[in-house]
């Protein structure tokens, strides 16, 4: 078994590496070359093309095993996300910043609850409810990327501009919004009827807890160590914070990565605490995250769309999932002031998904609220919008009111 996970996790690390650097050149972001490679090691494809290298490279009895070792990389990679997170872009430019946010938001999660009435009698698990259904398709819906969203701003040129800026903000509004919301989903499976409200006031209060308890400790205390590198100690008491933080609300009955999020939230953003952490912990993601894709590879099938109308259907829930992105974020940034091109190529940088999409499409997977038939649609969804970001983007910042980083009109300074 051991042996086993070695080679599946030595494989996907290189294939991983392999297809990343060939989307880099493409223009794409790398991540995605690593999901391309997951799904490509899967039953979808090697699964395909030769069935015994595929149960020699990635056997169904390590699954388990493969499980584990992703969701360890994934509560480390929502950690660093929270260490990325900057309150402070979160404090300027409200007004407008939280009405594209919200718009970007509240869109794609009204068109996916609505879809979610014609999706419920074919791809909903025979017991699950319309209600946890319909929440985790719209609350699915109206993922940005973060992580995926900074890289192509970086890549593209607009980290300085009006543009870019508001992107980031809008897109750290949405990440805060989209784990509570998918905290909230997943209280409500996991509890009855009448423990549902105890789970929410559990993690209200908890985060109420961190950002008024917690933060300020880890505030003081580093502060009073800037001048100098964290040692040994102080990473070790952060980290097994971390593991704390991620085990409470794993119990509270919500889900390890919110715990994660949260806890690198507290930490102060450019603190040396924080740059430490990132530097030696983005490395071990180098190793773990490529288990997830490999895992979210075996549980993708895209034998299961067997026929055209699936297929269609896969397109509609595509095309739904750009509408309520690129359209709430568009008309919002619209009002605010912005140009269309500006506003246009705002809604295309939020309709990126990436690897939160996957993140929320597994936790919606192993709660059962969703079939595998739906998580591999919703997969080749998140692909899809992801590709589709960077060369739709650089056509429209070509334009000189995006590109020379000027705006014509300022509304959100």
Same mark, same amino acid.
């Given at each position: 078994?051991l042996?086993?996970?070695?080679l599946?996790l ?8 392999l ?9 794409q972001?790398?991540? %995605?070359g690593e999901?391309?490679?997951g %799904?490509?090691?899967? *039953?979808?494809?090697l699964?395909?093309l ?7 490279v990635?056997?169904q ?14 509560i480390i ?9 900057n309150p ?5 430019r409200?007004? $407008?910043?939280l009405a594209?946010s919200?718009?970007? %938001? ?13 999706l419920?009698?074919v791809?909903?698990p025979?017991?699950v409810?319309?209600t946890?259904? $319909?929440l985790?398709?719209?609350?699915a819906m109206? /993922?940005?990327?973060?992580p995926?969203l900074?890289r192509i ?23 805060v919004?989209?784990w509570? #919301?998918?905290? #909230?989903?997943? !209280?409500?499976v ?5 423990s549902?409200l105890?789970?929410?006031v559990?993690t ?16 003081r ?5 800037e001048?100098?590198? *964290?040692s040994?100690?102080?990473?070790a ?11 409470l609300?794993?119990? %509270?009955?919500?889900?390890a990565i919110?715990?994660a ?27 773990l ?10 549980r993708?099938e ?5 026929? !055209? ?9 595509i095309?739904? $999932?750009t ?8 008309f919002?940034?619209?009002l ?9 190529a705002?809604g ?5 998904r990436?690897?939160?999409?996957l993140i929320?499409?597994?936790?919606g #997977?192993?709660? !059962? ?6 998580f591999?649609?919703?997969?080749l ?12 983007l650089?056509?429209l /910042?070509?334009f000189?009111? /995006?590109?020379?980083?000027?705006s014509?009109s300022?509304?959100?300074?």
């Amino acid at each position: 078994m051991l042996s086993s996970l070695l080679l599946a996790l030595a494989v996907v690390v290189v294939v991983g590496r392999l297809l990343s650097a060939v989307f880099r050149r493409a223009g794409q972001p790398p991540v %995605i070359g690593e999901v391309v490679a997951g %799904i490509l090691l899967g *039953p979808s494809f090697l699964g395909l093309l030769s069935p015994s290298a595929y149960r020699f490279v990635l056997p169904q009895d390590i699954a388990p095993l493969l499980g584990v070792v992703a969701q360890i990389g994934v509560i480390i990679y929502m950690f660093l996300i929270g260490l990325e997170l900057n309150p402070e872009l979160l404090r300027k430019r409200v007004n $407008a910043t939280l009405a594209i946010s919200l718009s970007g %938001i509240v869109l794609p999660f009204a068109l996916g609850a609505g879809l979610s009435v014609y999706l419920y009698e074919v791809y909903a698990p025979a017991n699950v409810a319309f209600t946890p259904f $319909a929440l985790f398709l719209g609350m699915a819906m109206s /993922i940005t990327a973060f992580p995926v969203l900074a890289r192509i701003v970086k890549d593209i040129g607009l980290s300085q501009t009006s543009l870019g800026t508001t992107a980031l903000t809008c897109a750290a509004f949405d990440d805060v919004t989209a784990w509570c #919301l998918l905290a #909230l989903v997943v !209280g409500f499976v996991n509890a009855n009827a009448g423990s549902a409200l105890l789970v929410g006031v559990l993690t209200l209060g908890y985060a109420v807890l961190m950002f008024a308890f917690v933060r300020p400790a880890v505030a003081r205390m580093v502060s009073g160590r800037e001048q100098q590198n *964290p040692s040994q100690e102080v990473i070790a008491i952060t980290l097994v914070g971390l593991l704390l933080s991620a085990w409470l609300t794993e119990f %509270i009955g919500i889900h390890a990565i919110f715990g994660a999020f949260l806890f690198g939230v507290v930490i102060p953003h450019q603190s040396h605490l924080a740059r430490a952490l990132r530097q030696n912990l983005e490395s071990l993601t180098i190793l773990l995250l490529p288990a997830f894709f490999a895992f979210t590879g075996m549980r993708t099938e895209v034998g299961l769309l067997d026929s !055209g109308s699936e297929w269609l259907i896969c397109g509609i829930i595509i095309a739904v $999932a750009t509408v309520g992105k690129l359209g709430g974020a568009l008309f919002a940034a619209r009002l605010t002031g912005l140009s269309w091109r500006e506003s246009s190529a705002l809604g295309v940088l939020m309709n990126t998904r990436g690897l939160m999409e996957l993140i929320v499409l597994n936790v919606g #997977l192993e709660l !059962g609220v969703i079939s595998q038939t739906l998580f591999t649609m919703m997969v080749l969804m998140a692909l899809a919008t992801t590709v589709a970001t960077t060369p739709v983007l650089r056509r429209l /910042i070509s334009f000189p009111e /995006i590109s020379d980083g000027r705006s014509r009109s300022e509304p959100l300074s």
